[in-house]
Structures are given as C-alpha cells and as structure tokens.
C-alpha cells in the first residue's frame, strides 16, 4: 500500500524567507512522488515530479524538491518565499507499477507573513 | 490549448437525491480520474475511466458511478446523497504515454453541498 504523511497543517514563513514542507512516503515497491499546490477555490496544479531520474528535482516556481530513500522522504523546498506562494501544498505517491492513481496527504497550508 | 473544465462549479443538493457532474477533458487526453476533496482534506481517489470503461476504483460504494464517452469527457454520479458526500470533486485528466508517470491534470472542480 501506498502513502504519504505531510509534517505541520500549516507553515508560516516571512517574505524572503526559506520555505520548507515535509513530505514522508510509505511505499512497497519503487514510487513516483508528486507536489501540487492549490490556491484557494482553483484546482491542483503539479509542482513537481520523482520518476526514478534524478534525486533532486526542479519544478515550476522557484521550488525544488529532493528524493531521498533513506528516509522516505520528498520534503518541498524554495529558498526564498514569495507572498504569491501563500497556498496548499499536496504531497502524492504512486506505484511505478499497476493502477496509476495518486494517494495524496492531508495538505500543508502555507502562509508568506509581509 | 484548453485545460481541463467541469461542470457545475457549486451546486447544493438535499439528502437523497441524485447528482451528476461533468468533465470535458483536455485535448488530447484519453483518461479521467475522478477524486473527491473534503473539506481540509487531501483528494481521495474515486475512480478512472480509460477508453470508456472504469480502470481502477477506490474505496467509494457503488452508489457513486461513473461514464466516459468517445470524446473523453466523462461524468460523475452519486445517488442516494448524503450529507458526507459533501465536498470538492475533482476531476483530472492525463494524456497517453504519462499513464506511467501519472502526472495528472485537473480541473477547479464542483463544490457539492448536500443539506
């Protein structure tokens, strides 16, 4: 079975400041691990991607992430906030192989403080 | 190139009646996946259609359905409503080759409000 723990319902950064978003996945088999950020009443759109390539990943935004298996970890990453990065952040996994649906966390709402 | 659009965008129900949402597609992308979000949640999988015909399902009870049509847009049912059923479905679709990817593509999708 597939899933992920996000660390922290809501994160709270400064403007300019390091943002950093947990993400703990459990899976059986080698996955694929998605971010996707949701602004308020809008859909999901895809952060970024693991496909098994490289461990570190750069996505759209300034954000960046990195797969690490020893810890079964994919924490989100952007060196700088921005205050348009105030949103909800969602962590997804899935399987390399079989059923491709996403099993998402409970979300990580950001707040960017002026 | 158009994404992803549902219909309705809000819609309130009452208990035990029937809903039925819509999905066009983006252009290009053969599967639909349909996910339900409530409130302070993440997207919990209801299921997916692939050339018409449902191609995985979570852990829903039989009253939510579902239909794909050869244009690739597709429609959510759920009959019997109740009030947990309240929430924001969302519906993504994904074009060929990412299926081993599963990058998906969403929509705003439909907030549901059963009284």
């Known amino acids: 079975a597939q899933s992920v723990t996000q660390l922290g319902s809501h994160v709270s950064v400064s403007e300019g400041a390091l943002v950093l978003l947990r993400c703990n996945y459990s899976s059986s088999v080698p996955p694929y691990l998605f971010w996707y950020v949701q602004y308020p009443n809008q859909g999901l759109q895809l952060l970024l991607k693991y496909t098994s390539a490289a461990t570190l990943v750069k996505g759209i935004n300034g954000f960046e992430a990195e797969f690490k298996k020893s810890e079964t970890s994919f924490h989100l990453t952007k060196p700088s906030a921005h205050m348009s990065d105030a949103a909800e952040y969602f962590c997804?996994?899935?399987?390399?192989?079989?059923?491709?649906?996403?099993?998402f966390g409970t979300g990580t709402r950001l707040t960017v403080i002026p | 190139e158009t994404g992803v659009t549902q219909s309705p965008t809000h819609l309130i129900k009452t208990r035990g009646q029937q809903v039925t949402l819509r999905c066009s597609s983006q252009?290009?992308?053969?599967?639909v996946s349909w996910y339900q979000q409530a409130l302070g949640q993440g997207p919990q999988f209801i299921f997916q259609y692939y050339r018409e015909e449902e191609n995985g399902r979570g852990n829903f009870p039989p009253r939510f359905s579902g239909l794909q049509f050869p244009n690739y847009s597709s429609e959510l049912n759920v009959n019997a409503l109740e009030l947990d059923d309240s929430a924001l479905y969302l519906c993504?679709?994904?074009?060929?080759?990412?299926?081993?990817?599963?990058?998906?593509?969403f929509g705003e999708g439909s907030r549901l409000t059963v009284l």
């Open positions: 252009s290009g992308h053969n599967t």
């Open positions: 997804a996994v899935r399987t390399q192989t079989g059923a491709n649906n996403l099993f």
């Open positions: 993504a679709s994904s074009p060929p080759g990412t299926s081993s990817t599963g990058e998906l593509f």
